[in-house]
C-alpha cells in the first residue's frame, strides 16, 4: 500500500496559512471489522492544510468505489465511499491543546514536519462503510442447513424442520435433554 506523505512547507508555519492538496491513492484493500473493501481503481482525495497558530488542520475528502461481499448471502456488493479527512497536529508539542479537544483527537507535528496521510484516509473510510454490508435490504442470506442463496429460490430444507443433515455437527444435541441441568445453573 502506497504512504501518503506531505511535508510542510514553511510558508505554511505562518499562522492563518492555507496549502491546498489532492491526489489519487492506489489502496488495494481496506479491513473495516470483519469485512474487506477492495477498490480496483485509485480513491480520490484532497485536504487542506491550516495553520490556526497552534496547530495543523487537516480537512478533506476522500471517496472511491469498493466491492465487498454481503454480510447475509456473501455475494458481491459494489459500495460508494466517501469520507471526511480529518487531522489535528500541534506545531510544538509542549503547546498545551485545545481545553475541548481529547488527547487522542490530535497528534505532534514530527520533527521532520511531514504528515502522513494514510492513516487520516482509511480512518475516514472505516467511518463510512456500511456496517453491515448487504447486497439489498431484504437479503435472505444463506440456508442454515445447506448453504443455498435463498435469494435464488426457496432450497426445501425449510419444508424438512424436524430432519437433521448428518453432516450437521450439532445433529447430536437435537434430542439433548436440558430440563434439570438448566434448573442446577439458577
Keep these: 500500500m502506497d504512504t501518503l506523505r506531505i511535508t510542510i512547507p514553511n510558508e505554511l508555519f505562518a499562522p492563518a496559512e ?9 489502496m488495494p484493500v481496506l479491513k473495516a471489522g470483519p469485512d474487506l473493501y477492495s477498490f480496483s481503481e485509485p480513491l480520490a482525495w484532497s485536504v487542506d492544510i491550516t495553520n490556526t497558530g497552534d496547530a495543523f488542520l487537516v480537512t478533506g475528502m476522500v471517496e472511491g468505489d ?3 461481499s454481503c454480510a447475509r448471502c456473501l455475494e458481491d456488493v459494489s459500495v460508494r465511499c466517501m469520507g471526511e479527512i480529518e487531522g489535528y497536529y500541534l506545531i510544538n508539542g509542549e503547546v498545551g491543546a485545545a481545553e475541548d479537544i ?7 507535528l514530527p520533527d521532520d514536519h511531514t504528515i502522513d496521510l494514510l492513516p487520516l ?7 463510512e462503510v456500511p ?5 439489498r435490504e431484504d437479503c435472505k442470506g444463506l ?3 445447506c448453504g443455498a442463496n ?5 432450497c426445501g430444507c425449510a419444508a424438512k424442520p424436524d430432519e437433521a443433515p448428518s453432516d450437521n455437527p450439532f445433529a447430536v444435541v437435537k434430542d439433548l ?3 434439570g441441568v438448566l434448573r442446577s445453573f439458577s
Design 18 to 26: 492555507t496549502r491546498h492538496y489532492e491526489g489519487s491513492l492506489d
Design 66 to 68: 469498493a466491492v465487498t
Design 102 to 108: 481529547e488527547g487522542d483527537e490530535f497528534e505532534v
Design 121 to 127: 484516509i482509511q480512518a475516514a473510510l472505516r467511518v
Design 131 to 135: 456496517l453491515v454490508p448487504l447486497c
Design 143 to 145: 440456508c442454515p442447513r
Design 150 to 154: 435463498l435469494n435464488e429460490g426457496d
Design 177 to 179: 435433554k436440558l430440563e
